[in-house]
């Protein structure tokens, strides 16, 4: 993978809008997999369905990526993800990695982030119960 590659993903993800995502498979492969906490699909349609999904659930969803990494076709890459929820601003931290075939396409799309310390130790009764549990476990 050259830096073209690497910049065009990289900005495909900073500048991603709802019609943005009709341009996926100019980063994607048809049968990329993709997995992240709460989904595990095989196919750019899918991918997209998870992406127009952010966007119709969640107020002015961005990524900043913060770090990149590359290492022959592999890139992991550190991010932000930043949203509104009825005015309110959230953060989640999390890293992607990702590899390209030799068409330099993504076919996999491995996504981690911390869903208890991101997600759940925000909600009121949840977080509550998840950060109990937490002290208990700390060492």
């Known amino acids: 993978m050259n830096k073209e590659v690497k910049n065009k993903i990289i900005d495909f993800y900073t500048h ?5 995502l009709e341009n996926m498979g100019s980063v994607y492969s048809q049968k990329a997999f993709f997995k992240d906490p709460f989904n595990e699909i095989h196919s750019i349609e899918d991918i997209k369905k998870i992406f127009s999904h952010m966007f ?61 310390e991101e997600v759940l130790s925000k909600l009121p009764i949840v977080g509550r119960i998840y950060r109990y549990f937490c002290r208990k476990l700390k060492v």
Not at 88 to 112: C, M, P, Q, T, V
């Open 16 to 20: 991603m809008t709802p019609d943005s």
């Open 56 to 116: 119709e659930s969640l107020d002015n969803p961005r990524f900043v990526i913060k770090e990149s990494v590359q290492e022959d076709s592999s890139l992991f890459v550190t991010w932000d993800f930043i949203f509104l929820i009825k005015d309110k601003e959230f953060l989640i931290h999390g890293s992607s990695f990702l590899k390209l075939d030799e068409n330099d396409l993504i076919y996999y799309h491995r996504d981690y982030w911390d869903v208890g």
